[in-house]
């Protein structure tokens, strides 16, 4: 069954280092979210994409984050400039179309110390 | 931000019989309910879902029941198993495909 992958499972970065966090979709899908996960906390949707824009964003997506899909299969999330308080459990999802429902991927667990 | 909750944390059932899971929302704008299943250090796992257009979805195991005019939905396992151990999720949103907003889980355990 197709699924939705995301590398890596693990990230410690120190405090004000650019990351990088990527994301395969489901192949033939075509919206794209990013969510967190702080330890104890809600899973908290952070944005949307399709058809290579931003369609949907929460007041946590400031500058700091950028999304890009660089090539018709990679979905990444950038963090700048990482603070304590980014570090949390990121989930990529994906859905063919907005009323299919969204697929999650196995998360990427991010620490900044 | 409070606009879907799940009021109990955890939920201990014998196997072989019924789980109920609830949550409660406030946004009535939210109108496509969702329900994951989440193991420790896997992403959410979708497990069934509901429009507001209908009041209950069956599939196998797992039936959603949503309650408009209480915002109330819930979720039954019926027989619970071992294997259901996990967090469960409510998650809603304003249109399927839009963003989903999550409630805080709660921890069903399942005895053998």
């Known amino acids: 069954e197709p699924e939705v992958t995301q590398t890596p499972s693990h990230q410690v970065t120190q405090m004000g280092q650019e990351v990088i966090l990527r994301c395969v979709p489901i192949?033939?899908?075509?919206?794209f979210y990013w969510y967190r996960q702080i330890l104890g906390q809600k899973v908290e949707f952070l944005v949307s994409?399709?058809?290579?824009?931003?369609?949907?964003k929460s007041e946590i997506f400031d500058d700091q984050f950028s999304v890009e899909r660089p090539d018709g299969s990679n979905f990444t999330l950038k963090i700048r400039s990482t603070k304590l308080e980014d570090s949390a459990m990121y989930f990529c999802?994906?859905?063919?179309?907005?009323?299919?429902?969204?697929?999650f991927g196995p998360g990427t667990r991010l620490l900044v110390l | 931000d409070q606009q879907v909750k799940q009021n109990s944390p955890s939920l201990s059932v014998q196997e072989g019989r019924i789980s109920i899971l609830n949550c409660d929302y406030t946004?009535?704008?939210?109108?496509?309910f969702l329900w994951y299943k989440k193991y420790p250090a896997e992403g959410p796992t979708f497990l069934i879902s509901?429009?507001?257009?209908?009041d209950k979805n069956e599939d196998g195991r797992f039936t959603v029941f949503l309650n408009k005019s209480a915002k109330h939905l819930s979720l039954h396992i019926v027989p619970s198993q071992p294997g259901d151990s996990a967090v469960y999720f409510c998650?809603?949103?304003?249109?399927?495909?839009?963003?989903?907003?999550f409630g805080g889980g709660t921890r069903l355990m399942v005895k053998p």
């Open positions: 999802a994906s859905t063919l179309s907005r009323q299919e429902t969204q697929y």
């Open positions: 192949s033939n899908h075509l919206y």
């Open positions: 509901i429009s507001s257009i209908k």
């Open positions: 998650a809603a949103s304003a249109g399927a495909g839009n963003m989903l907003t």
């Open positions: 994409f399709y058809n290579n824009e931003i369609s949907e």
């Open positions: 946004n009535s704008m939210f109108d496509y």
